[in-house]
């Protein structure tokens, strides 16, 4: 846990923004911002389609549980498939920036997650990426020890992790969907009713 002490001593009280995903590595990221860093902090989810039950129940959990408040604001496929406009991740990070007028953020991405993340984050020990103003508490877990800490710290898990998946759910992946409408169809109903368009990518992967 090097990286969160780091992030802790040499930020000392900045502000800072937390980018919660609902995910594993976000949880204990958050967790993790809560019991060590000092400065003032601010919480952010990037929805798809905005009050699906599955991800409310997490997020209120969380919210309940630290005292805190996530805001909900859409994602780049939200955005797409509203207006047909293509952000970049950075383009809605200085979004968020803007937004809060707090220029830290932090989120939950591992080094040992894929060759281009390890590559992103290889010149980056103490989980501070300055040039960038990005912060990494959870850099150097492993998935395993993601694991051993959620357990540990008794940091419950979104629910989609009960269908074998071992990350939260990405939508609009087709794959994804069909998991939706089989095991969370209230949510599934959500979704057509915003984007009906994907019943059909939902209709195609079934027929795989």
């Known amino acids: 846990m090097r990286e969160i002490h780091e992030i802790s001593r040499l930020l000392g009280e900045a502000p800072a923004v ?16 809560m019991r060590h860093y000092k400065g003032p902090m601010k919480f952010v989810y990037l929805y798809f389609v905005n009050g699906l039950p599955m991800k409310e129940c997490i997020l209120r959990h969380y919210e309940k549980r630290y005292g805190i408040q996530i805001d909900r ?6 955005i797409f498939l509203k207006t047909g406009k293509r952000y970049q991740m ?15 953020l932090a989120s939950g991405i591992r080094r040992d997650e894929m060759l281009g993340r390890r590559g992103m984050l290889a010149k980056i020990e103490s989980g501070i990426d300055e ?24 940091l419950p898990l979104p629910a989609e992790y009960n269908t074998g998946k071992d990350r939260d759910f ?17 949510d599934y109903r959500m979704i057509i009713a915003e984007f009906p368009q994907l019943e059909a990518v939902t209709w195609a992967e079934e027929r795989r």
Not at 90 to 102: V, Y
């Open 73 to 78: 604001l859409p994602d780049r496929s939200h």
């Open 170 to 186: 990405w939508v609009p992946s087709a794959s994804d969907l069909v998991i939706l409408k089989r095991n969370f169809p209230d």
């Open 18 to 33: 937390v980018m919660f995903s609902t995910g594993k590595d976000s949880i204990a990221t958050l967790d993790l911002m």
């Open 90 to 104: 950075a383009h809605l990070e200085q979004d968020i920036r803007s937004r809060l007028n707090i220029s830290w």
């Open 131 to 154: 040039k960038y103003r990005k912060l990494y508490p959870v850099a150097s877990f492993s998935k395993k020890a993601i694991y051993s800490y959620v357990k540990l710290h008794k």
